[in-house]
């Protein structure tokens, strides 16, 4: 079974622009949270969706938004982008959303801005 | 409101000798516990997780963590360190609508 996927794996954008990231769960996970890893620091939730609905959000301003699919997969959609945005995103999925399931994540997308 | 505190940014062993890396967590709940590790240029892969069963939790690699109540600690150890364990090491809390909360990471470096 192949794991969680995100695209694209790199990306470099310049200040005031928009980026979508994009994300496909495990196969039958439901549940999809994005975290944003800034260089030196841990991963900071941003959103989790399940069932196609926002289940929970970070502390992150309106700029970030996302929204998950009928199939499950998942898009972060950044606006205005910022310097300080530069990080890695990354995707998580589950199976479902109660505390105590694993999450398992992507790769990453690796944010650049210019 | 969950935190998580790991007590050392950077540990640093011998190879064979065993491995300590201290977390304290804080949760209004009672919390599910993780350890990930992410190697360079690598996605987090889960090494052990606690979700209210043994207090003694085995995980992937030899790794193993104890949950402690009365200490609000989570403490990962190996008895035995190799230099594929290199890596950085995250504690990690979870409420009871899944959110992770991560600590900051310690920096695990294996010396021969």
């Known amino acids: 079974d192949a794991g969680v996927t995100q695209s694209p794996t790199h990306l470099i954008k310049t200040r005031g622009q928009h980026v979508t990231l994009r994300c496909s769960p495990i196969s039958g996970h439901k549940s999809v949270s994005w975290y944003q890893q800034v260089l030196g620091q841990g991963p900071q939730f941003i959103f989790q969706?399940?069932?196609?609905?926002?289940?929970g959000r970070g502390n992150f301003p309106d700029r970030f938004s996302a929204r998950q699919f009928p199939n499950y997969s998942s898009e972060l959609n950044v606006n205005a982008l910022l310097l300080g945005d530069s990080a890695l995103y990354l995707c998580?999925?589950?199976?479902?959303?109660?505390?105590?399931?694993?999450?398992?994540f992507g790769p990453g997308t690796r944010l650049t801005v210019l | 409101a969950q935190s998580v505190t790991q007590l050392d940014s950077h540990v640093s062993v011998s190879e064979g000798t065993p491995v300590l890396l201290r977390c304290n967590y804080s949760s209004s709940y009672s919390p599910s516990l993780f350890w990930y590790v992410q190697h360079p240029n690598k996605g987090l892969q889960l090494l052990l997780k606690?979700?209210?069963?043994?207090?003694l939790v085995k995980g992937i690699n030899g790794f193993e963590a104890e949950f402690k109540k009365s200490e609000t600690s989570f403490h990962l150890t190996k008895p035995s360190a190799h230099m594929s364990d290199a890596a950085e090491y995250f504690c990690v809390v979870s409420d009871r609508g899944n959110k992770l909360t991560f600590g900051t990471g310690t920096q695990l470096k294996v010396e021969l």
């Open positions: 998580a999925s589950s199976l479902v959303g109660p505390s105590g399931h694993e999450q398992f």
């Open positions: 606690y979700t209210s069963a043994a207090t």
């Open positions: 969706y399940y069932e196609k609905e926002e289940r």
